[in-house]
């Protein structure tokens, strides 16, 4: 059993104070929520405790022990693994070599040392069956996996060093429910093993399923701590934000009569078969389902990153022959990825730079770029979508993650889009993060643009959607308006086996109630 103490412990740049004073106690062997909106300093939490940063004061203690990190080695010598909401596997390895790698095990031959192929094959197979992830072959190249089981392989990664100490940080931002349900039965294991869990969540639903206290940053400072039992909803939003103003939704006059993006008999195999839809202008329309269900390569697609095997595309009554993303982008469509990190933004690149990426026609014509012409353009972004951001010039990665998300958003904004494809784009964000993210996509629909939202969070869905359609094992199986709709509803619409009978019926009524 480890105890995990904190007393004044503050990191602070220049007059940014990124965590101040913060000072508790972690009982061992126990799961302890750490919440707070983005920026509220559990990031720097994380990094003093991994080693990654020193304090400017203060002091950790492990067991009674004061210890000073110099590096991530330090930390992993005391028993400390920390597991990153951005995933840090080597894609073009196999899931044995990113568990194991810098410790393959080797054994003799010849007079030398070589690689332990079936030791290390064996090994990994067992830590995977540990957690019921068996159907995740050892020597599956990482980047040929799902982004859900990216998550899984580096949870397994972190519990072959046997931690005593486990930062999780995000570790279900991507994952399925049937995998998040083999998440927390390791993460319960390990507390049966005594380990110490810190675990961080904007899905603040989760926590009372896996936590046993919830503890509370903001800006910087130590809120309060409570026993998961007097943790309800109330106490925690209160924890985070305090006063949080309530959110509406702006009923809006939506005209069907000409869809501006149309998809008929749309396949893609083996992701999607046969799926036709209309997207209206100024709607906002949304796709539930599972992961895997064909969400994201339907997007793709839309937006001309994949080749589809049949269908067609039309786009303001116009057919688009080969779609590409050039095509696309040039007939006013956007994409925000799923994986922002890889795919939405150049990490070293500044958010000035960021934001200017997919607008380069509008700031710069005659392309003759300079910063003084891309000032203005930015300025707008940062203005109109409230982006959170000390120096322009400073690389996108040192913002948090809905500020990265918002660059994202902007990026596309001054390229003037028709039309904005958002792959989960309340993904690793807090509530308040993710309450502007819909305030933005509802304004601009409100000027016109029309936009595809797919999220994991059904609950997400029926908060920001005005139409839902309902994608199951790559068929279109359902369609529900979104005037009342409890999303209990749409969860049973995306589970497996399910008797969509009543689904059906009420998705039917739905659509008489807002046809009246």
């Known amino acids: 059993m480890v105890e995990l103490a904190f007393k004044g412990l503050t990191k602070h740049y220049e007059s940014v104070k990124a965590l101040d004073g913060f000072t508790h106690r972690f ?17 720097t939490f994380i990094k003093l405790m991994s080693g990654a940063i020193s304090p400017t004061s203060g002091s950790i203690s492990i067991d009674n022990e004061t210890v000073q990190f110099s590096g991530p080695k330090d930390a992993f010598e005391k028993g400390v693994v920390t597991v990153y909401q951005e995933l840090s596997l080597v894609p073009e390895l196999t899931v044995a070599e990113n568990i194991f790698l810098g410790r393959l095990p080797k054994k003799s031959w010849s007079g030398g040392m ?47 060093f046997s931690p005593k100490i486990l930062q999780l940080d995000e570790p279900t931002s991507a994952l399925a429910q049937t995998e998040v349900s083999q998440l927390f039965n390791l993460i319960r294991r390990l507390r049966k093993l005594g ?47 305090g006063d949080l103003p309530p959110l509406e939704k702006p009923r809006r006059v939506i005209d069907t009569t000409d869809p501006i993006l149309e998809g008929k008999g749309l396949t893609l195999t083996p992701h999607f078969e046969d799926i036709n839809f209309k997207l209206h202008k100024g709607e906002v329309l949304g796709i539930a389902g599972m992961l895997g269900s064909g969400r994201t390569e339907l997007l793709h697609c839309l937006f001309g990153a994949r080749k589809l095997d049949s269908g067609q595309i039309s786009v303001k009554g116009r057919f688009i022959d080969n779609p590409t993303i050039p095509t696309m982008k040039n007939v006013g469509i956007g994409y925000t990825s799923e994986d922002r990190k ?26 003759w770029i300079s910063t003084a012409k891309e000032a203005p353009f930015v300025a707008k972004q940062v203005s109109d979508l409230h982006i959170k951001v000390g120096n322009l010039h400073d690389p996108v990665s040192s913002l948090s993650g809905g500020n990265q998300q918002k660059i994202v958003v902007g990026n596309w904004m001054i390229n003037h889009p028709d039309i904005l494809l958002f792959d989960e784009p309340s993904r690793g964000v807090d509530v308040q993060a993710k309450r502007q993210i819909y305030q933005i996509i509802w ?39 979104n005037i009342g709709l409890d999303p209990k509803t749409l969860y049973a619409a995306c589970m497996p086996n399910t008797d969509k009978t009543s689904i059906n019926n009420n998705s039917a009524d739905m659509k008489k109630e807002a046809t009246q």
């Not at 990490?347 to 710069?364: F, P, W």
């Not at 629909?445 to 094992?473: M, N």
């Open 195 to 241: 380990v110490t869990i810190i675990y961080i969540s904007h899905r603040l639903s989760e926590l009372q399923q896996i936590a046993d206290t919830v503890t509370a940053i903001r800006d910087g400072i130590f809120v309060g701590s409570v026993a998961i039992e007097d943790a309800n909803p109330d106490v925690i939003l209160d924890m985070m934000f």
């Open 443 to 481: 304004e601009k629909a409100e000027q016109g643009l029309s936009s595809i939202v797919v999220s994991t969070e059904l609950e997400d869905l029926v908060e920001c959607c005005d139409r839902i359609l309902v994608l199951h094992e790559g068929k279109l199986t359902n369609e529900f308006m």
């Open 114 to 160: 070589i690689i332990d192929w079936p030791k290390l094959k064996k090994d990994t197979t067992n830590l995977l069956a540990e957690i019921a992830a068996s159907d995740i072959a050892p020597e599956s190249i990482v980047s040929s996996l799902s982004v859900g089981k990216q998550q899984i392989v580096e949870i397994v990664k972190a519990m072959s």
């Open 342 to 367: 890889s795919s939405g933004l150049v990490q070293i690149l500044s958010s000035h730079a960021n934001l200017c990426l997919a607008g380069m026609k509008q700031i710069a014509p005659s392309n």
């Open 27 to 43: 009982e061992s062997g126990k799961i302890h929520a750490l919440i707070g909106k983005n920026g509220s300093g559990k990031s």
